[in-house]
Nanobody, 117 residues
Framework: QVQLVESGGGLVQAGGSLRLSCAAS?????????VGWFRRTPGKEREFVAR????????YYADSVKGRFTISRDNAKNTVDLQMNSLKPEDTAVYYC?????????WGQGTQVTVSS
């Protein structure tokens, strides 16, 4: 059974940094086409944050995080990380890891990120 587990969330002051990590069990990230991060705040739709393709690799970012967030992969550890710098209160959300391979889309349970002003 495939499981994606996010970690690294927490409370940080505006301007600070956090590093989220997504670990996969039951399947290696190299078997997915794309791995990404999304976030959701109460009352809002889930929002795309960043993703990385396994071939290339190519990275893609939402305009709201471009230049502040960096997505990367660690093949040896089978993880995909999201380095978040210069955090803003509007980055507060539950962050989810998502991995896609054809019709398969696996999600983690999410990790809370709270940025205080």
């Amino acid at each position: 059974q495939v499981q994606l587990v996010e970690s690294g969330g927490g409370l940080v002051q505006a301007g600070g940094s956090l590093r989220l990590s997504c670990a996969a069990s039951g399947r290696t990230f190299s078997s997915y086409t794309m791995v990404g991060w999304f976030r959701r705040t109460p009352g809002k739709e889930r929002e795309f944050v960043a993703r990385i393709s396994w071939s290339g690799p190519m990275t893609y970012y939402a305009d709201s995080v471009k230049g502040r967030f960096t997505i990367s992969r660690d093949n040896a550890k089978n993880t995909v990380d999201l380095q978040m710098n210069s955090l803003k209160p509007e980055d507060t959300a539950v962050y989810y890891c998502n991995a896609v391979a054809g019709p398969v889309s696996d999600w983690g349970q999410g990790t809370q990120v709270t940025v205080s002003s």
